[in-house]
């Protein structure tokens, strides 16, 4: 591998663990589970969005399956949740951190394997994000949240728009690896201003504040 | 493609039209979406149980992800009940109409498919329920509610006999074009006189009124 | 089919029938569900677990689909359990120590199938709790709960007890026909122990007594 390919790695298997480590503690503090609920709970964040993708472009066994690497990674954030538990709660800032340089790379990383395996640009961003945000998806569904990306903060927006720019980088000829980069950076820095300033996709227009 | 085709592409069109709809204004009532949550649920309702039919005979990318058509036509109706909201709610007798309009086509072409895929007979009426109810029942479980279709109304049972009749027409030497229009008929029928007259799937004998 | 291939097909659908009664007892004693909701439940319950084994090893359509007899089996279980109903509760150790059967054989021929599918062994053991704890976890989500393997009882671990053992026999050289039985026996005594005295998983140290 040369370093270009041990860099991308490294970054994904960080997004990993954070993803891990933030599902795996979203579970303990909504819900009353035991060390196989963080345990599942934490993989199923990390890798339950490539999973998706991964069944609906028929790529199966999923890669972050079949690759040791990445269920190692899932499992260490999960049991770190677990045995540190509130003790890394002050680490929120730096896990949302990671946590946002996840998802920025699962969006790309998502939509580039949708575009090579010859679906349309639509797909694509659809895969992206479903690839980012699939796996919190489930786990809220699994300790009976409604999935927080359906309702709060900007979450797939930032995905969305770096799947988009994603796709125009590759069906244009500019070179690939310096501008995915920048794909992935605006979303990172979309998330992480949404998170500072507490900013919230649109609601309905005619939504009855009382409900 | 031929005058038929057409008229069955455009049917079809319209009851996934009509499940967007229904999902995004279900998703509306019951939960607090945001956008990202409306378009989701809508898309889900619309597509998603295809999406599993044609997991389960290893049909993928599922057919409506592939077409944009699809995909287009359930988008927009999500947006239209995120921008309408309230205002469509003194459509919902025409919508409910549409949806069992979906409901009927969705049970007899998730059943062809079956049969088509070399699916036994039990397999592929299975197939056509979770063709026409699955959508639905992700939705529901999305925005934490119990699926509809486990204990109200009756929305399973005329798909399953809109499934059995198409698969009995379908191995009979019967011309299938009008005969499973026929089948679609009587589902389409036996749910709007459910509608109508607010019938149910039965309950279990031994039901305790007071849980 | 000798007689060892009966053996196992009996077992198998005995699992079947148990996990298939279980979880329709499970949902009728939670949910206000009708017969489209026990019947469903019962069979996400007995092959829900397979269903997903199946997706990740691309092994589709799943077996216990294309399989008439495990169909039967679990739509009979799922209606014995609507019809039958509260007096069933009273063989609730019987239908106990069936599920404890179906556990352990789900997760030997889970874990068997990832093998023989040329996955490792760290994913042959996912597998092998996936098809023994699947079902269940899907029927808990369709009905509004915490998946009951996510906190509570030993249920995972003696699956994944026993898909270890199978790793460790089919990669050594030993017999695996009397072998993994043992495997089986031992998830079977593990659970039917773990039931008897009440134990449960770990819960996190830091664990707030209060929430």
Known sequence: M???HVALLSLDLLGTLAFAVNGAMTALRYARVDIVGVLTLGMVTALGGGFIRD?????LPPTTFQDWRYLLTAAVGSLLA???GPRL????PTI???DAVGLSLFAVIGTLKGLAFGLGPVQSIILGVITAAGGGTIRDIMIQR???VLHTELYAIPAALAAGLT???VESSMPSVPWVVIAALICFVLRMVGIHFD???PKPPHFRKDT
Do not use: M, Q
């Open 82 to 84: 677990f045995f540190l």
């Open 167 to 169: 796709v125009l980088i």
């Open 96 to 98: 949302n951190l990671f």
């Open 199 to 201: 900013l919230h996709a």
């Open 146 to 148: 409604i999935p927080a």
């Open 55 to 59: 069944i609906l472009i028929d790529s």
């Open 2 to 4: 040369d370093s270009g």
């Open 89 to 92: 709660e002050r680490l929120a």
